[in-house]
C-alpha cells in the first residue's frame, strides 16, 4: 500500500525558505492527487494546498504568496517551499494523499517537525 | 472561505458510553465532509468521508451522518482505545478548512 514519508531541516531561520520533501512508495506519484498540511504546537490542523497529478496546484490563500508545491516523478517525491518563514510557521508538517473525487487525505506520513528560531 | 465549528471543544464519558461529535459549516457542503482520529505523536487517521461512509478497518462504533451544514460524528459505545482529538474536514471550491478539533477523555 501507499506510504509516505516526510523529509528536510528541523530548523529553519526566519525569513528563509522552508523546504521539505515527501517521498512516496508504494504507488506511482502520477496517479494520485497530494497535498500537505500543518499542525503548530498545540492547535488545530491548517491545509496549505494541494498537488494534482497534471501538476498543477491549489494553495491556502492565506498562505498561496508564499507557497510552492511541485512533484519530482523521477524520485516519486514532490515538495514544498514555504519563504519568508516566522516563528508562526513552526509545526508538524505533513504530507498525504487526497482522494481524486472527494478531497479527503486517506493516506497520511507520519509528520515531521519544523521550528522557526535564530 | 468556508468555517468548519465543532462542538463540543472537550468530551468526558464514560466507557460504554454512547458519543456525539457535531460540525457545523458556515455554508452549504453537500456532503463533502471527512472525520479524523488523532492520537497524541502520531498524524491523523481517516474515519469516515462523504459525511457518513466508513473508511476501510475502522471500527463499526463509528458512524458518521449529515448534509449540508451540519455533520455529526457518534461512537456508538467508547472505548479507551478511542481517547484522540477528533477533527472535520470540508472541501469545496478547491478550499479546505478543518474545524478546531474534539477532544474525547475518559471519566
Known amino acids: 500500500q501507499v506510504q509516505l514519508q516526510e523529509s528536510g531541516p528541523g530548523l529553519v531561520k526566519p525569513s528563509e525558505t522552508l523546504s521539505l520533501t515527501c517521498s512516496v512508495s508504494g504507488g506511482s506519484i502520477s496517479s494520485f492527487y497530494w497535498s500537505w498540511i500543518r499542525q503548530p504546537p498545540g492547535r488545530g490542523l491548517e491545509w496549505i494546498g494541494f498537488?494534482?497529478?497534471?501538476?498543477?496546484?491549489h494553495f491556502n490563500a492565506s498562505l498561496k504568496s508564499r507557497v510552492t508545491i511541485s512533484m519530482d516523478t523521477s524520485k516519486n517525491q514532490f515538495s514544498l517551499k514555504l519563504t519568508s518563514v516566522t516563528a508562526a510557521d513552526t509545526a508538524v508538517y505533513y504530507c498525504?494523499?487526497?482522494?481524486?473525487?472527494?478531497?479527503?487525505?486517506?493516506?497520511w506520513g507520519k509528520g515531521t517537525t519544523v521550528t522557526v528560531s535564530s | 472561505d468556508i468555517q468548519m465549528t465543532q462542538s463540543p471543544s472537550t468530551l468526558s464519558a464514560s466507557v460504554g458510553d454512547r458519543v456525539t461529535i457535531t460540525c457545523r459549516a458556515s455554508q452549504t457542503i453537500s456532503s463533502w465532509l471527512a472525520w479524523y482520529q488523532q492520537k497524541p505523536g502520531t498524524a491523523p487517521k481517516l474515519l469516515i468521508y462523504k459525511a457518513s461512509t466508513l473508511e476501510s478497518e475502522v471500527p463499526s462504533r463509528f458512524s458518521g451522518s449529515g448534509s449540508g451544514t451540519e455533520f455529526t460524528l457518534t461512537i456508538s459505545s467508547l472505548q479507551p482505545d478511542d481517547i484522540a482529538t477528533y477533527f472535520c474536514?470540508?472541501?469545496?471550491?478547491?478550499?479546505?478548512?478543518f474545524g478546531q478539533g474534539t477532544k474525547v477523555e475518559i471519566k
Open positions: 474536514q470540508q472541501y469545496n471550491s478547491y478550499s479546505v478548512t
Open positions: 498537488l494534482y497529478s497534471s501538476g498543477s496546484t
Open positions: 498525504a494523499r487526497v482522494n481524486r473525487d472527494y478531497s479527503y487525505m486517506d493516506v
